[in-house]
């Protein structure tokens, strides 16, 4: 089945500091990744749209400027969150999308749980 | 803008009973439902998927069935065991965007 992992699974910084998290599609190729955040007690909120080689979609009130976005490949993406804060505490999950004959499935990673001191 | 609801929020069985979860959602041009399992402080576990022009989808124990026009959707849970206790999330695709449900934390007590 297709595979998606997350690296690293937990991350403590410092305020101030910039996190890079990783989103990789182990066995296929991914046509469109997404990322969720998840507060405690709370359900997935989604972040941003990304395809390879082009811009992310954010959502409404997610700063694209705080939360870089980058999709270099079909298998790799990266979220930054840059000058993290302590209310950027969170659960990150990314998924991957492959397309098939129903329609899309999305595969999700296993989380990366930030937290900024 | 779809919305999708889980109702109960949380629920507290002892072991054995046959419980069901629901989820509704507000726009019916969906391409499937999934429903998720998710152990605290852990990622996703996909447990089943209806095509929208399913009806219904199992895997031992569990039976996920889709009622488009409506806009509803019921995970069955039989005989439930501890090892059930867990959130449990709706999410419908439309397109190959994903909205999820608030969940319904499932306790199953010994």
């Known amino acids: 089945g297709a595979v998606v992992s997350q690296h690293p699974s937990w991350v403590i910084c410092?305020?101030?500091?910039?996190?890079?998290?990783?989103c990789r599609s182990l066995d296929f190729q991914a046509t469109t990744m997404f990322?969720?955040?998840?507060?405690?007690?709370?359900?997935?909120?989604?972040?941003?749209?990304?395809?390879?080689?082009?811009?992310?979609?954010?959502?409404?009130g997610v700063e694209k400027d705080k939360f870089l976005i980058n999709h270099a490949s079909l298998t790799l993406s990266t979220l930054t969150v840059t000058s993290a804060h302590p209310e950027d505490s969170s659960f990150y999950i990314c998924s991957a999308t492959e397309a098939d004959s129903l329609g899309y499935t999305q595969y999700?990673?296993?989380?990366?749980r930030l937290t900024v001191l | 803008k779809q919305e999708v609801t889980q109702i109960p929020a949380a629920l507290s069985v002892p072991e054995g009973e046959n419980l069901v979860l629901n989820c509704s959602f507000t726009d019916s041009a969906i391409y499937n439902l999934q429903w998720f399992r998710q152990d605290p402080g852990k990622g996703l576990t996909s447990l089943l998927l209806i095509q929208s022009s399913q009806r219904e989808q199992t895997s031992g124990r569990l039976n996920a069935s889709l009622d488009k026009s409506s806009g509803r959707s019921t995970l069955y849970i039989a005989a439930s065991q501890p090892g059930d206790s867990a959130t449990y999330l709706c999410a419908v695709a439309s397109g190959s965007r994903l909205t999820f449900g608030e969940g319904t934390q499932l306790t199953v007590n010994p």
Do not use: C, D, H
């Not at chain 1, 410092?14 to 990783?22: F, L, P, R």
């Not at chain 1, 007690?41 to 409404?60: H, V």
């Not at chain 1, 999700?108 to 990366?112: A, N, Q, Y």
């Open chain 1, 14 to 22: 410092k305020s101030g500091t910039s996190v890079k998290i990783e």
């Open chain 1, 35 to 60: 990322w969720y955040r998840q507060f405690p007690k709370q359900s997935l909120m989604l972040m941003a749209t990304s395809n390879e080689g082009s811009k992310a979609t954010y959502e409404q």
């Open chain 1, 108 to 112: 999700f990673g296993p989380g990366t």
